[in-house]
């Protein structure tokens, strides 16, 4: 496996971007902020995603990228502009970085993907070798995967990333408040299938991933997922709060639209190709990790 010493890093402002560049750094690694704007500081490096430019002079030398830009899928409602736009900013996004990379000649190339690839999965259990989905998100994952293919002779890994816990933001950092004040409860039914992993985990997975002889896609997500029902009650417990108000499903379409079709559905993911490595979680179970990020 050739050593890396530096790399690249898109998105690298967002909630895994950025305690992903902390860890790189404090792990040694020389690491490059691409950024959407003039560069400030010596280690950012100027790009521009939508119209395919990227300064490949001052890329020259490094040895990985790991590219996590893109528009969140739950941060505006899914009008046909947005949803334009999730798929768009992916795709020009990763066509530009992906053949960057294979310009360059790098060693590994990381790619974020979702586990929004699989689709609806009910109360199946799916790995990486799976079949794909036919709905918006996994339709949006297929292209972005095919994208990141045009890193061509380049090792790549393709991230499938399921719910991110952590208390500073994504889906963890909206529920908090309410089941601080006693207002938690179940989604829908309960009985969806959620595939979670904490950002401490998320991030020692991709650095785990950086130094393997690992391609292809990777589910990062716990070896246990919990069904909705079960997640909020942990949850609820982690807080010593009750969870007793429940969201109903058409309230939940109403205030969110098409990304409703995210949180009321069910992925049952599972981290074959992480596990099968040797790969342990620090916190492979719900409960632990809850108690420990609301604590």
Avoid at 23 to 44: F, H, M, S, T
Avoid at 208 to 218: A, C, D, E, H, R
Wanted: charged letters at 20%.
């Amino acid at each position: 496996m050739p050593k890396i010493n530096s790399i690249a890093v898109t998105g690298a402002t967002g909630l895994i971007g950025s305690s992903l560049v902390g860890q790189l750094r404090a792990d040694g690694y020389e690491v490059k902020k691409l950024v959407r704007r003039a560069p400030r500081n010596n280690d950012e490096i100027s790009w521009n995603p939508t119209l395919g430019e990227i300064d490949l002079k001052s890329l020259a030398g490094i040895d990985a990228i790991i590219h996590l830009a893109g528009a969140g899928v739950g941060d505006k409602r899914w009008t046909a502009a947005y949803k334009s736009e999730i798929l768009n900013s992916r795709l020009l996004g990763t066509t530009t970085i992906a053949k960057a990379a294979a310009e360059l000649g790098v060693k590994k190339f990381i790619s974020a993907s979702a586990i929004g690839y699989y689709g609806e999965t009910g109360n199946r259990s799916v790995t990486e070798t799976d079949r794909g989905g036919e709905d918006f998100l996994s339709v949006v994952c297929r292209e972005w995967e095919a994208a990141a293919d045009l890193a061509i002779d380049v090792p790549t890994i393709k991230l499938r990333t399921g719910l991110v816990l952590d208390p500073t933001g994504g889906a963890l950092g909206k529920m908090l408040p309410l089941f601080r004040f006693g207002l938690g409860g179940k989604l829908g039914s309960g009985k969806q299938w959620w595939s979670w992993i904490t950002l401490h985990d998320q991030i020692r997975a991709i650095n785990f991933l950086l130094n393997s002889k690992i391609t292809g896609p990777v589910n990062l997500t716990s070896p246990n997922p919990v069904t909705n029902q079960e997640f909020t009650a942990a949850l609820a417990r982690a807080m010593r709060r009750p969870a007793i108000f429940p969201a109903p499903a058409f309230a939940l379409r109403l205030a969110l639209g098409g990304f409703s079709t995210e949180v009321l559905g069910s992925k049952k993911v599972i981290p074959k190709v992480l596990t099968d490595a040797g790969f342990e979680f620090e916190y492979p179970h719900v409960s632990n990790a809850l108690t420990a990020l609301v604590d």
